[in-house]
């Protein structure tokens, strides 16, 4: 088996997924995971797709884009390595980290600093800015010997100088309130970068 | 990826509406401590004190900040003192007591509850000793809260402890007169006494329990209002009090998930049991953490005025309602608590004239606790303020429930003027006492009023 990520950019318009599922599945691809967004008019989607024998990823595009033509897709496909990746923080657990405040230039350059500084690596990053608010909102896996107090405080120390406010919590914690299932505590289920397994 | 709604609505109930863990109270069971040499007792208790709650402080801060909520208070509960004790002089109960002070701080909590003894049938020597000592522990030490249990609903009411009991909050209150009275804020006498509760002052670790438990009490009556308003807001038509009180259940939901979350976490990391969580809605001095605040939300713009105990009601119950689907550990006391100094705007009710002890009373038959941190005039007789808690108490027996009473006489005041206890335990104006000492010659009888019949309850 060949695993390809596939991405399409393009204006937003209906059908898009239709056109694209359906190339997919002419050439005899298993899509395995998929997430998709429009922003600010722009849609997007990523998939990992699973193929029985390895295709060229520029013809796999071209295929696509000529299939979506009247959505003028940009399409760009990789190939994975067969292996297994390592997790970039092995043993981490997931936690979220919320900053709130002032939308400026270079907030998330500036976050994104502290936390690489720290070894922590994003698994999934929402951020806008609405007028002159800043949020963002991101799943990221910690070190098992990093202190979330250690992350909070480098985060609030760019803060001060920058109007925002930073808050570092285990998944934990919005799972308890936001589900029914009975409480846990301990490691998350979800592995690193698995988007879709359930929480 | 969590929804980022999900992830605003905790994050705002922690950071605006001032949701926390109130207090991580800490069960321990004193029996194996018993022994017939005072020195060797207290150094029972001291080591088995310093075994399991040696960490406890760490743990709390560790756990603190992985959830990124405040946890308040972390206190201790023990087995009522009245039985570990038991066969020691009058001074044998003033030193344990001196013991659980000193090793309170030690392990950096502080309260610890369980200067205890539950006396609702009849009372031992040694619950005796406890009692005449309490004006001495609750004036001398700092961290010391003691509770005494005087009726329940299958034993009926101790009338010679309530009599006691009246002696012991004037001498209580004389001794600290400096503070206008506040060693009777560390007195909880209670019916129906819960062996779980985690709040203070009338924590004890009741018989029935493990060696050692973790409970929680988490509050969040901010949280409560917010939701409220925010109902309120978005609402195209007039609520009714039945999506009110769908509000409030789902609110304590995600009040009391977070208390059994940190409960677990904490117990856990201990190595030791977890017990229950205590959603109790209990209210601080700062505007914003109030209950009566949730009752102008829901339109009771004036506390005590009619419509108040309605009110406090319906919100009592979708609190325990919201907090048993949540967790199947449920327990404490899981309500409402009317505390009338800790609650701003109880306290300006009562300024105003619109709360009246009457009022009080009534409502403290629908909430989970009783008459609660409320100061009367330091010239009250004894005999009257054990009517006044014989009334509470006989709310709670007949009505299946606990209730509880912690009033304060202040020494050198009278009605009108203010009493002021610090910190979390507020300020409000003393409250009179229609037809004082009317009712001498009643309490006076002692005994025990028997037991309630459990059948024709209309």
Same mark, same amino acid.
């Given at each position: 088996?060949?695993?390809?990520?596939?991405?399409?950019?393009?204006?937003?318009?209906?059908?898009?997924?239709?056109?694209?599922?359906?190339?997919?599945?002419?050439?005899?691809?298993?899509?395995?995971?998929?997430?998709?967004?429009?922003?600010?008019?722009?849609?997007?989607?990523?998939?990992?797709?699973?193929?029985?024998?390895?295709?060229?990823?520029?013809?796999?595009?071209?295929?696509?884009?000529?299939?979506?033509?009247?959505?003028?897709?940009?399409?760009?496909?990789?190939?994975?390595?067969?292996?297994?990746?390592?997790?970039?923080?092995?043993?981490?657990?997931?936690?979220?980290?919320?900053?709130?405040?002032?939308?400026?230039?270079?907030?998330?350059?500036?976050?994104?600093?502290?936390?690489?500084?720290?070894?922590?690596?994003?698994?999934?990053?929402?951020?806008?800015?609405?007028?002159?608010?800043?949020?963002?909102?991101?799943?990221?896996?910690?070190?098992?010997?990093?202190?979330?107090?250690?992350?909070?405080?480098?985060?609030?120390?760019?803060?001060?100088?920058?109007?925002?406010?930073?808050?570092?919590?285990?998944?934990?914690?919005?799972?308890?309130?936001?589900?029914?299932?009975?409480?846990?505590?301990?490691?998350?289920?979800?592995?690193?970068?698995?988007?879709?397994?359930?929480? | 990826?969590?929804?980022?709604?999900?992830?605003?609505?905790?994050?705002?109930?922690?950071?605006?509406?001032?949701?926390?863990?109130?207090?991580?109270?800490?069960?321990?069971?004193?029996?194996?401590?018993?022994?017939?040499?005072?020195?060797?007792?207290?150094?029972?208790?001291?080591?088995?004190?310093?075994?399991?709650?040696?960490?406890?402080?760490?743990?709390?801060?560790?756990?603190?900040?992985?959830?990124?909520?405040?946890?308040?208070?972390?206190?201790?509960?023990?087995?009522?003192?009245?039985?570990?004790?038991?066969?020691?002089?009058?001074?044998?109960?003033?030193?344990?007591?001196?013991?659980?002070?000193?090793?309170?701080?030690?392990?950096?909590?502080?309260?610890?509850?369980?200067?205890?003894?539950?006396?609702?049938?009849?009372?031992?020597?040694?619950?005796?000793?406890?009692?005449?000592?309490?004006?001495?522990?609750?004036?001398?030490?700092?961290?010391?809260?003691?509770?005494?249990?005087?009726?329940?609903?299958?034993?009926?009411?101790?009338?010679?402890?309530?009599?006691?009991?009246?002696?012991?909050?004037?001498?209580?209150?004389?001794?600290?007169?400096?503070?206008?009275?506040?060693?009777?804020?560390?007195?909880?006498?209670?019916?129906?006494?819960?062996?779980?509760?985690?709040?203070?002052?009338?924590?004890?670790?009741?018989?029935?329990?493990?060696?050692?438990?973790?409970?929680?009490?988490?509050?969040?009556?901010?949280?409560?209002?917010?939701?409220?308003?925010?109902?309120?807001?978005?609402?195209?038509?007039?609520?009714?009090?039945?999506?009110?009180?769908?509000?409030? %259940?789902?609110?304590? $939901?995600?009040?009391?998930? #977070? *208390?059994? !979350?940190? /409960?677990?976490? +904490? =117990?856990?990391?201990?190595?030791?049991?977890?017990?229950?969580?205590?959603?109790?809605?209990?209210?601080?001095?700062?505007?914003?953490?109030?209950?009566?605040?949730?009752?102008?939300?829901?339109?009771?713009?004036?506390?005590?005025?009619?419509?108040?105990?309605?009110?406090?009601?319906?919100?009592?119950?979708?609190?325990? %309602?919201?907090?048993? $689907?949540?967790?199947?550990? #449920? *327990?404490? !006391?899981? /309500?409402?608590? +009317? =505390?009338?100094?800790?609650?701003?705007?109880?306290?300006?009710?009562?300024?105003?004239?619109?709360?009246?002890?009457?009022?009080?009373?009534?409502?403290?038959?629908?909430?989970?606790?009783?008459?609660?941190?409320?100061?009367?005039?330091?010239?009250?007789?004894?005999?009257?303020?054990?009517?006044?808690?014989?009334?509470?108490?006989?709310?709670g027996v007949i009505n299946h429930k606990t209730t509880a009473v912690r009033v304060i006489p202040v020494p050198g005041k009278a009605a009108g003027d203010r009493a002021v206890f610090g910190g979390l335990f507020g300020e409000m104006q003393i409250l009179p006492i229609h037809a004082a000492g009317g009712s001498a010659d009643f309490v006076r009888h002692g005994g025990r009023i028997p037991a309630p019949l459990s059948s024709l309850r209309n």
């Amino acid at each position: 088996m060949s695993t390809y990520i596939v991405t399409v950019t393009a204006a937003d318009r209906v059908g898009i997924v239709y056109s694209v599922a359906g190339t997919l599945r002419d050439q005899g691809g298993n899509i395995l995971e998929l997430s998709q967004t429009v922003m600010r008019g722009c849609f997007t989607i990523i998939l990992a797709v699973e193929f029985p024998s390895p295709r060229v990823p520029q013809d796999l595009a071209r295929v696509i884009a000529e299939r979506g033509k009247r959505f003028d897709l940009t399409v760009a496909v990789i190939e994975m390595k067969p292996e297994p990746l390592e997790p970039p923080v092995p043993n981490g657990e997931r936690f979220i980290l919320t900053v709130l405040g002032a939308d400026g230039i270079g907030n998330i350059h500036g976050i994104a600093g502290c936390l690489a500084a720290h070894g922590v690596n994003i698994v999934d990053l929402h951020a806008r800015a609405d007028g002159t608010r800043f949020s963002l909102i991101m799943e990221a896996f910690l070190p098992p010997d990093l202190a979330p107090g250690t992350i909070r405080e480098e985060l609030e120390r760019f803060g001060r100088d920058h109007g925002l406010e930073a808050y570092v919590q285990h998944e934990n914690i919005f799972l308890a309130t936001s589900e029914p299932s009975p409480v846990r505590v301990g490691p998350a289920w979800k592995t690193q970068g698995d988007a879709v397994a359930p929480h | 990826m969590h929804r980022t709604e999900d992830v605003l609505a905790t994050l705002g109930m922690i950071r605006q509406h001032k949701l926390d863990v109130r207090t991580v109270t800490m069960g321990i069971d004193l029996q194996p401590c018993a022994a017939p040499d005072l020195t060797v007792l207290c150094a029972r208790i001291r080591e088995r004190l310093l075994q399991y709650a040696g960490r406890l402080r760490a743990v709390c801060l560790e756990v603190e900040g992985r959830y990124g909520i405040p946890i308040v208070n972390r206190r201790i509960a023990l087995s009522p003192i009245a039985s570990v004790a038991a066969g020691h002089s009058a001074e044998g109960y003033l030193e344990v007591a001196r013991t659980l002070d000193a090793v309170a701080a030690e392990v950096g909590v502080d309260l610890v509850g369980g200067f205890t003894a539950l006396v609702q049938k009849g009372w031992t020597d040694g619950d005796r000793r406890l009692i005449e000592t309490l004006p001495e522990v609750l004036s001398t030490t700092r961290r010391v809260c003691a509770s005494v249990n005087v009726g329940t609903t299958a034993a009926g009411i101790n009338m010679d402890a309530i009599l006691a009991l009246g002696q012991v909050l004037k001498e209580t209150a004389e001794r600290t007169r400096d503070q206008d009275g506040f060693g009777c804020a560390k007195l909880v006498i209670f019916a129906n006494a819960p062996t779980d509760n985690p709040f203070m002052a009338g924590a004890f670790h009741g018989v029935g329990e493990p060696d050692c438990v973790i409970n929680i009490g988490v509050s969040g009556p901010g949280v409560v209002k917010a939701a409220i308003e925010d109902l309120q807001t978005h609402a195209t038509t007039r609520l009714t009090l039945g999506e009110i009180a769908e509000e409030i %259940k789902s609110t304590a $939901f995600r009040v009391t998930r #977070v *208390g059994e !979350l940190i /409960g677990r976490e +904490v =117990a856990t990391r201990l190595g030791v049991q977890f017990g229950i969580v205590d959603l109790s809605l209990a209210p601080t001095p700062q505007v914003g953490d109030s209950v009566g605040e949730i009752l102008q939300a829901m339109g009771v713009v004036r506390i005590g005025a009619p419509g108040s105990t309605a009110a406090l009601a319906l919100l009592n119950d979708a609190v325990k %309602k919201g907090g048993s $689907f949540a967790s199947s550990s #449920v *327990g404490g !006391l899981s /309500g409402a608590f +009317v =505390a009338v100094s800790e609650d701003s705007a109880l306290a300006k009710a009562v300024e105003v004239g619109d709360l009246t002890l009457a009022k009080l009373e009534a409502m403290t038959a629908v909430c989970s606790v009783g008459l609660d941190m409320i100061a009367v005039p330091g010239d009250t007789d004894a005999e009257t303020l054990s009517a006044l808690i014989a009334d509470e108490v006989a709310i709670g027996v007949i009505n299946h429930k606990t209730t509880a009473v912690r009033v304060i006489p202040v020494p050198g005041k009278a009605a009108g003027d203010r009493a002021v206890f610090g910190g979390l335990f507020g300020e409000m104006q003393i409250l009179p006492i229609h037809a004082a000492g009317g009712s001498a010659d009643f309490v006076r009888h002692g005994g025990r009023i028997p037991a309630p019949l459990s059948s024709l309850r209309n």
